[in-house]
């Protein structure tokens, strides 16, 4: 089955930027609809952004819109999220996932079945 690792976490600045990766193993990657959630210490993970199998399709979360943005790159089995303008209350462990199930950008946690390992992003203000 599907495999996901991220990367591309680390420490910036407040309004800097970084880019996260989601690479994906498996032979039907375009199938899956894929998603970033984030959490805080002491919170609940949030959803952050998804994206449909065939990237028709995305969903931002309202605390990022305009600032973050999701896409994937089917050939290379890959997903990411450019994360611009950041400020300290993104720092967090971001997780990639992927639904099994479903085709288009779902936004609930629960219709997610693989789950990345998390990448830490900090933002120092």
């Known amino acids: 089955q599907v495999q996901l690792v991220e990367s591309g976490g680390g420490l910036v600045q407040a309004g800097g930027s970084l880019r996260l990766s989601c690479a994906a193993s498996?032979?039907?990657?375009?199938?899956?609809?894929m998603g970033w959630f984030r959490q805080a210490p002491g919170e609940a993970r949030q959803f952050v952004a998804s994206?449909?199998?065939?990237?028709?399709?995305?969903g931002v979360a309202d605390s990022v819109r305009g600032r973050f943005s999701i896409s994937r790159d089917n050939a290379k089995n890959t997903q990411y999220l450019q994360m611009t303008s950041l400020k300290p209350e993104d720092t967090a462990v971001y997780y990639c996932?992927?639904?099994?199930?479903?085709?288009?950008?779902?936004?609930?946690?629960?219709?997610?079945?693989?789950w990345g390992q998390g990448t830490q992003v900090t933002v120092s203000s």
């Open positions: 498996g032979r039907t990657f375009n199938t899956y609809a």
């Open positions: 996932a992927a639904s099994l199930y479903y085709s288009s950008a779902p936004f609930a946690e629960e219709h997610y079945s693989i």
């Open positions: 994206i449909s199998g065939n990237g028709g399709m995305i």
